[in-house]
């Protein structure tokens, strides 16, 4: 069972660059989130979608963009790279917000 | 106030012992509550989910949830070196969010 693949697992950016970090599950989860985590820290929630169309800012929008066009796939996208998005972003996605998250294996993006 | 606060830690624990984690939170509309392994470089995984006051004991580990005080933890019996690692406690912070929140995470260590 794939659960929830992202891709890529790494990345190097320049500043200024952008690019889109790609998640799809099949699970047939209504519910997805995007979540960064610095070093040595917790996650914080940058962006959810709770069904295709509807999507919503967590608690670190600023410089992401989300779109939700179908179940299965909820891309981010990082315009005009900066070192401060240097992190691992993980997707997760979950029937419900009361049930459990299942996570992918996240992407390491580095910014320089 | 963060939404969900834990102590980063470091835990140490001598192995066969009783491991105490601690979250507390601060919306007291919140309705479910997480408790999250992520071991080094990977992603989180769920051990324990609770929803009602009081305790709920899954094998080896026991979640408590105190919505008067607004603290949930986590107890691990029998503390092996294999539960060395980082727990994220998450809350839904609110019944009408359809959003989850992370706390910065405790590191555990089992020494042997």
């Known amino acids: 069972n794939a659960g929830v693949t992202q891709t890529p697992k790494f990345r190097i950016l320049k500043i200024g660059q952008s690019m889109t970090l790609q998640c799809t599950q099949d699970?047939?989860?209504?519910?997805m989130y995007w979540y960064r985590q610095d070093p040595g820290m917790g996650l914080k929630l940058i962006y959810y979608s709770v069904g295709a169309g509807i999507t919503d800012k967590g608690e670190v929008p600023n410089g992401y963009n989300v779109s939700r066009s179908t179940t299965e796939d909820f891309p981010l996208r990082l315009e005009l790279a900066a070192p401060s998005q240097t992190s691992v972003y993980f997707c997760a996605s979950s029937y419900s917000e009361d049930t459990e998250a299942f996570f992918g294996q996240g992407t390491r993006l580095t910014v320089v | 106030q963060k939404e969900v606060e834990q102590n980063s830690g470091p835990l140490s624990v001598p192995e066969g012992a009783i491991a105490s984690l601690n979250c507390t939170y601060s919306d007291r509309g919140s309705q479910s509550f997480f408790w999250y392994r992520q071991y080094s470089g990977k992603s989180p995984e769920l051990i324990m989910s609770?929803?009602?006051?009081g305790d709920k004991e899954d094998g080896r580990f026991t979640a408590q949830l105190n919505k008067a005080s607004q603290y949930v933890s986590l107890l691990i019996r029998d503390s092996q070196p294999s539960d060395s690692a980082t727990y994220l406690c998450a809350v839904n912070p609110d019944s009408s969010a359809s959003k989850i929140i992370f706390g910065s995470g405790t590191r555990l260590s089992i020494r042997p």
């Open positions: 609770i929803y009602s006051n």
């Open positions: 699970m047939n989860h209504n519910y």
